[in-house]
């Protein structure tokens, strides 16, 4: 099965999505993606277009690398997967998609595996930014999320329409929230989840 870990940046998606891997034997496939991310950063300057495609071909190789471990029977985890890359582009370049200028590829059409299970990771503000200045590294979209609360408010509530759970992190360890996705994917494989049941996608 396939489980993805949404969420801005910040609440603790790739630590979670390491700590599945470690206690839980689950594939994370991040690895994978930040390297081919490290890969188009070395690139020359490009619009934001050609980064959207680029992005998109991330998502594909996310999708196909998932499908090969799945046929194994293994359980993957994916840091991001279609809810961000089709909520991040619209709230960022609508203007741009409307003029033409952008894009409108909706990642959900494509030929991309579905997820079994969407976990939306929130935290509040003050939390949030505290983790990223403990990383001292921030990026465009980052300065632009944390300035604009607007972009920040569409992006989650977009996010919450796609979400099977939604977990609040601002007071639990990762441990804490692995035990709660690992409590929902017990309770969606045995179809007694007193949560709505997660659509069970092909």
């Known amino acids: 099965m396939l489980i993805a870990i949404e969420g801005l940046d910040g609440v603790g998606k790739s630590s979670v999505c390491e700590d599945l891997a470690q206690n839980y034997q689950y594939v994370n496939i991040a690895q994978e993606v930040v ?45 991001r997967y279609i809810p961000s890359h089709k909520h991040y582009a619209h709230a960022f370049n609508e203007q741009a998609i409307k003029d033409g200028q952008y894009p409108d590829i909706d990642p959900s059409k494509l030929s991309l595996i579905k997820s079994d299970i969407i976990v ?30 607007n972009i920040r408010t569409v992006i989650l509530e977009r996010m ?43």
Do not use: C, F, W
């Open 120 to 149: 939306l990771l929130t935290v509040n503000e003050e939390t949030r930014k505290k983790r990223l200045d403990g990383r001292g590294v921030t990026n465009a979209t980052e300065n632009t999320l944390a300035k604009n609360k």
């Open 35 to 79: 390297d081919m991310k490290k890969h188009i950063a070395q690139m020359p300057e490009h619009s934001s277009s050609v980064a959207r495609l680029l992005n998109l071909s991330i998502l594909q190789h996310m999708s196909d690398t998932a499908r090969e471990h799945i046929k194994n029977g293994k359980t993957v985890v994916m840091d």
């Open 160 to 202: 919450k329409k796609d979400a099977d759970i939604v977990i609040d992190t601002s007071s639990l360890s990762v441990q804490e929230i692995s035990k709660q996705i690992q409590k929902a994917v017990k309770q969606y494989r045995t179809g007694k989840s007193s949560n709505p049941q997660p659509p069970k996608r092909k």
